[in-house]
């Protein structure tokens, strides 16, 4: 039986074995933990002194690209994970949540760092804004990496996915990572993160991991260091509550179970496509990784006159599910993750039964399929039934973590008002789903029901055929929830970075502001040469390199030659009357002309290192050009981002976003926006 190590200061730790570990399938030894302590001050030492000047070495751009990287190392070695993955009960399905989920997370961010985030390792947080009458005093925000650890504690359900779903956002922070997997799948995680030692991607002490307790390590955490939980919500509490994250402010960040809820809408009857995706919701998020998901539906919300078709129509989904040895190809549910948690269930569902009644569990033919099976740690599916949820407080205070789930009804004649309030009785979700085929509906239902969730899922026959589901958390958008819930945010694209950065804000001169942000601010000190700035290569330019540009003026024979090629006639550029009697006072100009035209002046037309503008930010038409106006831009490098990536001819090129300043007669500004180009760098000589 292999012994597990932790990874601490570069080295595996571990030679005696400690507390066994069991196969859920079969009950078999697996694995076991560790006797060696960890000495937690040498792992902090090793992250701070190692792990931090090796992430600060590298950039945003370049921190993107690792995590790219990795990704696509463990998806080449995904079948390595998923063998073991079979021992913690779950099917190719569920695995395939856990450890290519995990991968797709560290690819998405990869992309979110790519597309986001600057090349150095600062974001400007802005636009900056004026603090004086004169133009000289300014403001904005800025976030740079905390300068601390990151030390995650996760749950057992995924020990893929919720090592990596963490990892990302806080490596593509600068922040070393310490990891604590939960001991009854750590040796899944284990393996996951020998395959990450050995790609050697990763700078050295940048990720550390931990098998077993954690010590001291949180009595040693100072207050630039970051604490992230995900398991039971009495355990979040009282890590909430540790007197050295209490003294130091440090940011804690919790994903605790919740009881989470489903509703199907009054509008929705028997015979429609959602009232069959509501039953499909439901047992799906029973029967995936056999329940035991922080996101599962624990209560199922139903109209009282339809609460005997869902009762039904469930019992007939769940009587076709295969339970069994994971590894056979019948089997669509394996075993719980491990025989104390097989307990733990049992237990809980004897409280619910208190106030409930069994609709669907191991009376109606539960016999797990496959060898040894006897000695597994399964558990049926179990669906209860609250009749009176407004009366019995247990479906919605105590949740069983596994393939068990609530039928409560609610007095529809009103509307949808009792069912919002039994989904508040959780006192704070994760997740949420509303089924229904009305919009008004769901316009009155959703801003409800965000007050006590951290994300909902409003689903109908149109979305269906693209939905991931009520239980799948999704790197773009927020997981976590409130109360409950924990209070906290993970994932959630580049708000989770956010989480791990610190936020400042900066006063001074806007030439001040722009060499501390490393992005031009309007007002700060330009530079204007003969060199045309698109004709400069990506490494030559320079944050305010600048272009003024002669001046053109207005004539009617452009509005009318624009609008022609546009097909934009619109009163307020072509009826003299109307224009006149409008707040504007006169015809004006197409604002899209202005744009035009604007560009007419900077643009520097022979081919050069400008190989495409791609869009426009910001843009805003400050005021009205009328005929007879003259107007000049000024155009200036904003902002470079270098994506280190190359086009199929193997020519460089980075980004730049160039700051547009178009102004009139009177010095006014009539126009304001961002261009994106790509410029390509030298050719490089061999």
């Not at 400690?18 to 078999?28: I, K, M």
């Not at 909430?240 to 809408?265: Q, T």
């Amino acid at each position: 039986m292999t012994t597990l190590q932790s990874y601490i200061a570069g080295r595996w730790i571990g030679q005696q074995g400690a507390q066994q570990l069991r196969s859920a399938v079969n009950g078999q030894p697996v694995a076991s933990t560790h006797a060696e302590a960890i000495d937690f001050a040498e792992a902090l030492a090793h992250a701070r002194r190692v792990g931090l000047p090796a992430l600060m070495a590298l950039d945003f751009q370049q921190r993107s690209e690792r995590l790219k990287a990795l990704a696509k190392h463990l998806a080449a070695h995904k079948e390595t994970l998923y063998a073991i993955s079979a021992h913690t009960g779950a099917t190719r399905t569920d695995s395939w949540i856990d450890i290519e989920g995990g991968a797709g997370t560290l690819a998405a961010y990869a992309g979110i760092g790519s597309n986001e985030l600057p090349s150095g390792n600062l974001v400007h947080e802005g636009p900056a804004f004026a603090l004086g009458k004169k133009g000289g005093f300014a403001g904005t925000h800025i976030l740079v990496p905390r300068g601390g650890v990151a030390v995650h504690i996760n749950a057992f359900n995924f020990p893929v996915w919720g090592l990596l779903e963490k990892f990302a956002p806080s490596f593509l922070a600068g922040m070393p990572c310490i990891g604590k997997p939960a001991t009854a799948t750590s040796y899944l995680t284990e393996a996951l993160v020998r395959l990450i030692v050995q790609s050697g991607i990763l700078p050295e002490g940048s990720l550390q991991l931990v098998i077993g307790g954690t010590g001291d390590l949180l009595d040693r955490l100072e207050g630039a260091d970051v604490v992230t939980f995900t398991g039971s919500a009495d355990t979040a509490a009282r890590l909430r509550v540790h007197p050295n994250l209490v003294r130091h402010s440090i940011p804690f960040n919790a994903e605790a179970d919740s009881l989470n809820c489903a509703i199907l809408a009054p509008d929705v009857t028997p015979g429609d496509e959602e009232f069959d995706l509501f039953v499909k919701e439901v047992a799906r998020e029973m029967t995936v990784k056999a329940g035991q998901k922080c996101t599962a539906i624990r209560r199922a919300i139903v109209p009282r006159q339809h609460l005997d078709a869902v009762a039904e129509r469930l019992r007939a989904r769940l009587a076709k599910t295969v339970i069994g040895d994971p590894s056979r190809e019948e089997v669509r549910m394996g075993a719980l993750a491990s025989h104390a948690q097989q307990a733990d269930v049992a237990e809980r569902v004897a409280t619910l039964l208190q106030g409930a009644e069994l609709v669907y569990g191991e009376r109606d033919g539960f016999s797990p399929v496959g060898d040894g099976v006897a000695d597994g740690a399964f558990f049926a599916p179990t669906l209860l039934l609250s009749r009176r949820p407004l009366e019995h407080d247990a479906a919605h205070d105590v949740e069983a973590f596994g393939p068990v789930s609530t039928l409560m009804p609610y007095d529809s004649a009103d509307g949808i008002d009792e069912a919002l309030a039994l989904a508040a009785r959780g006192r704070g979700s994760l997740v949420g789903t509303l089924v229904t085929r009305d919009p008004a509906i769901a316009a009155r239902a959703i801003p409800v029901a965000a007050a006590w969730h951290g994300r909902l899922l409003v689903l109908d026959r149109e979305a269906a055929a693209e939905s991931t589901g009520h239980g799948s958390p999704l790197p773009q958008l927020k997981h976590g929830g409130p109360g409950r819930a924990g209070g906290g945010e993970e994932l959630g694209g580049l708000r989770a970075v956010k989480h791990y950065l610190q936020r400042a804000a900066v006063q001074g001169s806007p030439t001040m502001l722009a060499a501390i942000t490393g992005e031009h601010v309007r007002g700060a000190a330009v530079r204007e040469s003969e060199v045309h700035p698109f004709r400069r290569h990506f490494e030559d330019l320079r944050i305010g390199d600048s272009l003024l540009t002669h001046r053109r003026t207005v004539g009617e024979a452009d509005i009318v030659a624009f609008g022609g090629i546009s097909g934009d006639y619109f009163y307020m550029h072509f009826d003299e009357v109307a224009a006149r009697e409008s707040p504007f006072g006169k015809r004006i100009a197409h604002g899209y002309f202005v744009l035009s035209a604007a560009a007419g002046l900077f643009v520097s037309p022979a081919p050069g290192p400008v190989l495409a503008n791609y869009g426009l930010d910001t843009l805003r038409f400050v005021k009205p050009v009328g005929i007879g106006d003259t107007i000049r831009a000024r155009l200036t490098c904003k902002r470079k981002i270098d994506r280190n990536r190359k086009d199929a001819s193997g020519q460089g090129q980075g980004v730049v976003a160039w700051d547009v300043e178009v102004t009139n007669q009177d010095g006014e500004l009539v126009a304001s926006y961002d261009i994106l180009t790509l410029v390509s760098k030298k050719p490089e000589t061999t």
